[in-house]
């Protein structure tokens, strides 16, 4: 008995103690997780529907239930919490947090009086600094619950402070547009663009230089355009080297241009290579800070609903962790931002993986064309295009005192109708029996668009297209009203304004409202006037065309630096140049027909009234240098003026070389015979601000229903002039191209292989018949590779001669008759045979459009005109050709060439661009050997890739491919660049319609 009381006591002593102990590790275990305060526990419910077990129970079974049976995840609501974060305030209470042996995700329950959810986020406590926790709130248990794998010590809900005036307002500047003045003060952000990722991890490209303000700059690298460059991004993913030099020459090209960091915006990476491109991006986000700068990632719009999103290759909470600002690009489909539509999912969604504090919406300024599920951001000047060009439907450019003149426009775009869900105006046009919709940019429309930024209390917003922009005060308020400092632009009105204007620009007839076609009475007066179409939505103006109407009556003099609108008599044939029906007599020279006199030695200069008629004899007083132009005195034996010198007859008595040279008067032309000439008739319009980038197509035949399926919008046909030609001989062409749904860009050279210098003004004067054709062109290329022998004669090649004695007339001529009309500069053929320079035969291209650009062709073009098609390798890489590393191998070494030698300061036009492969004809000719390996898959890819590259680099405007069905085999395969195949078959009509979205 006394044994067993002793063991019985010895029990209970022992247990006694081990109770004690557990008590002790028990308190010290509360206070630990209380760190130090009062704390009440609760336990979080393992699973949704737990019961919570009672804070009342005792100690005892708490710490025994704690010490043997927890398996959950347990919180203790902290009665001191640390201090929000900064421009937050805490919504509930602050938890500690414990795991057991199989922890649950911590779920927090919604609070009391909180109306708006996704006005919430989950942040932990790491005891120096709050951090964003994903996580999703579940409707069901009213609770937020963090994702799995995060296991915080301390939890809490917050709630973002508003404040509109730290709101982040950036926008994208792409190359060739600038920002109207207005908008720089409300800026805090710029993306300046931009570099493109090629083939290796070279980057292609110019960043554009902005305008200084109160703004960080950023640096835009990007492998998107109208597709997406999925293989360059793959190939740069798979090759840790080249990750490793690409991260290196970003944060080095960063830093050297003293921007606050970069802004990455590649895409397209497969869901295979997520961990790849994070720690890719890791990388770049390390390099940048050890040189104090940031990085901006660009996530795509994820796809799928909101219970189930897909964000392909980008994890968008590892890269909200990494990056210091997360761009998120917003649909284009102006119909996703209703209340509660698909913007609002997406970014209800989006808060919820990446702090809102990071968080900038990307939206565009543009207007939007849509085809299905396809959407395109372009300017408006280029989504007005569809309205068409004006025409006249009765009377015409020329006509008698008060005849009534129609004009109309030409295009296929449907009524205007106001969207409500965009707030702004939208009309439909179809092309190849399909119907696209076009919502205009408008102000209020981009209020509307980024308003979600301080419904969900997001950083800030990033706006694509305000380069295109003309109306600054009202974007400038738009911008400014998500800041507070102004009132949102409200929803206008749209109209088509038509105006008649005199010669001095004023105002005599007008109409607003929805018309497409006006009728103006005439007018009593001789004289030149315009009736104008211009499109008006609010404050914003967009021109659609104006028609000059010449009203018949006495001939006035013209202004001096007026351009002669009908020039037909100077330079007659040339076995009319000395007829021998009139005799001078007497005189020094008699006129052999009826004649134009100017006030200077060319055609730049206004004429005399009245001029000469055939037999007029005149006194002759001097010269032009060459003896092209005569200087006379006129019958009334008063009058002094300049002559043609073809045109007269001079006395066999007179020698002209004995004429003494006089000095031409101010605004001296270039003499038709020369090259010189040291200054020009200015041009009669500024050259079009093109903007906007579309495909076309060099044509034999009429392939158009496979053009529309690849996306081309435009032809290209070729017409050799010579003289005699008369404008209905192209006038076929444009009607068919037109009637087909497409616009068309004429090419006018002469005959090939020329022995002596065109005929200037006959070539011009056809021209300007072409251009005032009732159903003109779209756009007109003055000659082609003038640059070689091929095209105009050896021994006189020179860019200034085809600058002031072609390009520069030809300008004014085509504008004067239709100033919509674009005009595209000869491209020269790509070549680098003359070493670098000039010889008898030719010029290599990069010296020639040099000399062009010296002789001012920028002024006298809307348009850069440039061939390629000698490439054999992929258009995304600027290295690695077998033959040579020549600049005219490569896509990029020709957009940059000629680019920076007419210091971007006009687009480019690919008016050939094309890869020769034999594929289906058999061997190539001799001279044409250098693409025998090319395939057609290669040749359709690479189409692809150039109209992508094209479109996203800012500098091409059109891209013509050469060609799509020629079937001519020979010494010259031009079959075997067409993309239609033996067989019919066109692979890269599919690679096109990838890119373009098809028509």
């Excluded at 902290?78 to 500690?96: E, I, Q």
């Excluded at 917003?330 to 919820?352: E, H, K, M, W």
């Amino acid at each position: 008995m006394q044994e067993e009381t002793t063991k019985r006591s010895t029990g209970l002593l022992i247990a006694g103690f081990a109770l004690v102990v557990i008590l002790v590790i028990a308190g010290l275990f509360l206070i630990f997780r209380g760190n130090g305060t009062d704390a009440e526990e609760v336990t979080v419910p393992d699973r949704a529907g737990d019961t919570a077990v009672s804070s009342t129970e005792s100690e005892v079974e708490t710490a025994e239930a704690e010490a043997t049976t927890a398996t959950g995840t347990s919180m203790v609501m902290v009665d001191t919490p640390p201090t929000a974060p900064a421009g937050a305030v805490v919504k509930g209470d602050v938890y500690n947090v414990t795991y057991g042996a199989a922890a649950e995700p911590v779920a927090l329950p919604l609070p009391d009086a909180v109306d708006n959810v996704a006005a919430l986020d989950v942040v932990s406590w790491d005891g120096a600094a709050w951090t964003f926790l994903p996580s999703h709130f579940d409707a069901t248990t009213a609770q937020f619950v963090v994702d799995a794998g995060y296991q915080p010590q301390t939890v809490a809900l917050i709630e973002q402070a508003t404040d509109p005036a730290a709101l982040v307002v950036g926008a994208e500047l792409l190359p060739t547009q600038e920002f109207v003045t207005d908008l720089l003060p409300v800026l805090n952000e710029v993306a300046a663009g931009t570099l493109t990722l090629t083939g290796n991890g070279v980057l292609s490209g110019d960043v554009v230089a902005v305008p200084s303000g109160p703004y960080s700059q950023l640096m835009r690298v990007t492998n998107t355009g109208i597709i997406i460059d999925t293989d360059s991004l793959t190939a740069l993913l798979g090759d840790t080297n080249a990750q490793a030099t690409h991260v290196s020459e970003l944060a080095s090209r960063a830093a050297a241009g003293n921007f606050a960091g970069v802004l990455l915006d590649y895409q397209g990476a497969s869901a295979g290579q997520t961990a790849v491109f994070t720690d890719f991006v890791r990388a770049l986000v390390e390099a940048l800070h050890a040189q104090g700068l940031q990085l901006g990632v660009v996530l795509a719009s994820p796809t799928g609903t909101a219970d189930n999103w897909n964000t392909g290759g980008q994890d968008w909470v590892a890269l909200g962790q990494l990056a210091d600002i997360v761009y998120l690009q917003l649909p284009l489909n102006p119909n996703t931002y209703a209340d509660n539509g698909l913007v609002d999912q997406i970014l209800s969604y989006a808060i919820t993986r990446v702090d809102r504090n990071k968080l900038t919406p990307v939206v565009t300024a543009n207007a939007v064309d849509g085809l299905g599920e396809a959407f395109v951001a372009m300017s408006n000047d280029a989504a007005l295009a569809n309205f068409g060009d004006l025409q006249f439907v009765a009377g015409g450019e020329s006509v008698e005192p008060e005849t009534a003149v129609e004009v109309a426009l030409s295009g296929t775009a449907g009524p205007l109708e106001w969207d409500g869900v965009s707030l702004t105006y939208k009309y439909s046009y179809d092309v190849s029996g399909q119907t696209h919709y076009v919502w205009l940019g408008h102000e209020a429309s981009l209020a509307h668009r980024a308003r979600f930024v301080t419904r969900y209390n997001l950083r800030g917003v990033m706006v694509t297209g305000l380069g295109n922009v003309t109306n600054g005060p009202g974007y400038a308020a738009a911008l400014a009203s998500l800041q507070g400092t102004a009132a949102a632009p409200q929803p206008t009105d749209a109209a088509i304004v038509w105006t008649v204007r005199d010669a001095e620009g004023g105002v005599l007839a007008s109409d607003t409202g929805g018309n497409l076609t006006y009728a103006w009475d005439g007018s009593a007066a001789a004289g030149e006037y315009s009736i104008n179409a211009d499109f008006a939505l609010g404050n914003t103006l967009a021109s659609l065309g104006a028609m000059t109407v010449t009203v018949a009556g006495p001939v006035v003099e013209e202004s001096l630096v007026q351009v002669q609108t009908t020039e037909t008599t100077e330079e007659p044939p040339a076995e009319e140049t000395t007829p021998t029906t009139f005799n001078p007599g007497d005189a020094d020279a008699v006129v052999n027909t009826g004649a134009n006199v100017r006030v200077g030695p060319g055609l730049g200069y206004g004429t005399i009234a009245g001029g000469l008629e055939a037999g007029s004899r005149v006194t002759l007083t001097g010269r032009s240098e060459d003896a092209s132009w005569l200087a006379i005195i006129m019958p009334d034996g008063e009058t002094e003026g300049w002559v043609f010198a073809s045109l007269v007859t001079v006395n066999a008595n007179l020698a002209v070389s004995d004429l003494p040279v006089k000095e031409a008067p101010p605004l001296v032309a270039a003499n038709p015979g020369d090259g010189g000439g040291t200054s020009s008739p200015p041009p009669v319009v500024a050259p079009i601000s093109n903007t906007g980038f579309e495909l076309g197509g060099q044509i034999f035949g009429a392939p158009y229903n496979m053009m529309s399926y690849a996306g081309m919008t435009w032809v290209k046909r070729q017409y050799k002039w010579g003289p005699g030609g008369s404008p209905q001989d192209v006038a076929g062409m444009i009607s068919e191209a037109h009637n087909a749904g497409f616009k068309i860009l004429l090419s006018i050279p002469g005959a090939p292989y020329p022995s002596s210098l065109p005929d200037f003004t006959a070539y011009v004067e056809f021209l300007r018949g072409v251009a005032s054709l009732p159903d003109p062109p779209n756009a007109i290329e003055v000659w082609n590779e003038q640059n070689i022998n091929a095209e105009w004669p050896s021994g006189q090649i020179d860019p200034s001669s085809y600058v002031n004695n072609m390009l520069k007339p030809a300008y004014n001529a085509i504008k004067s008759a239709n100033s919509s009309i674009l005009v595209v500069s000869g491209a020269p053929a790509p070549t680098g045979y003359f070493g670098g320079g000039c010889g008898a035969t030719g010029c290599d291209d990069a010296p020639y459009v040099a000399g062009m650009a010296a002789a001012g062709a920028a002024s006298y073009m809307d348009c850069l005109g440039v061939h390629y098609n000698e490439g054999i390798i992929s258009p995304n890489q600027t290295s690695g050709d077998p033959r040579s590393e020549h600049y005219t191998r490569y896509f990029w070494g020709m957009v940059n060439a000629y680019s920076n030698a007419i210091g971007g300061s006009r687009p480019l036009c690919f008016t050939e661009l094309g890869f020769l492969t034999s594929e289906g004809y058999g061997s190539l000719p001799g001279n044409f050997s250098w693409a025998g390996n090319v395939t057609v898959a290669q040749q359709a890819q690479w189409l692809a890739e150039a109209a992508s590259l094209s479109a996203s680099s800012g500098k091409v405007r059109l891209m013509i491919v050469w060609n799509v069905d020629s079937t001519t085999w020979g010494d010259d395969p031009q079959a075997g660049y067409a993309i239609i195949r033996p067989g019919g078959s066109c692979p890269a009509c599919e690679t096109l319609r990838q890119v373009t979205g098809g028509r």
